[in-house]
């Protein structure tokens, strides 16, 4: 990681698999990526957040990392529901699909949401994030 790029100040990880959320957590942190991380375990968790904070844009993540298979509110029901928030939550929030699926199908239905910009393979790696660093994502 380039020491001259400015850490993003909150990210989002949603994800119903606690495991996947401490690697991806950890992996944020020992890299500096974000100074601030909030982990969600549930789809429904995530809007609920987004909802109490849609008028705050400091407490609102700059990414939002989502599994897409997750019980009862899965990655689409959650992009679904993204897409009814006021502009500045749509704006400031960017969504990367981070997932172990490698259904063509899913991946292809998510990828062409306007709120994805991008999908990762879990885990999440200091590869990956260097990437969306670059990329100025």
Do not use: W
């Not at 698999?17 to 957590?25: A, G, V, W, Y």
């Not at 679904?80 to 990367?96: A, D, T």
């Not at 910009?117 to 885990?123: M, N, R, V």
């Amino acid at each position: 990681m380039q020491p001259d790029t400015k850490a993003i100040d909150l990210v989002m990880l949603v994800d119903d698999n606690d495991t996947d959320n401490f690697i991806s957590k950890r992996i944020i942190e020992i890299t500096k990526f974000a100074n601030r991380v909030e982990v969600k375990s549930s789809g429904k968790s995530a809007l609920d957040y987004l909802r109490e904070n849609q008028h705050s844009a400091d407490n609102l993540p700059s990414l939002i990392f989502l599994d897409i298979n997750m019980p009862i509110v899965d990655g689409f029901v959650f992009l679904y529901e993204f897409e009814k928030f006021n502009e500045l939550v749509r704006n400031k929030c960017k969504v990367i699909i981070l997932s172990s699926s490698d259904n063509k199908r899913d991946i292809d239905k998510i990828v062409n949401n306007n709120h994805v910009i991008k999908f990762i393979t879990k885990p999440l790696t200091e590869v990956a994030l260097d990437e969306i660093k670059l990329n100025n994502i």
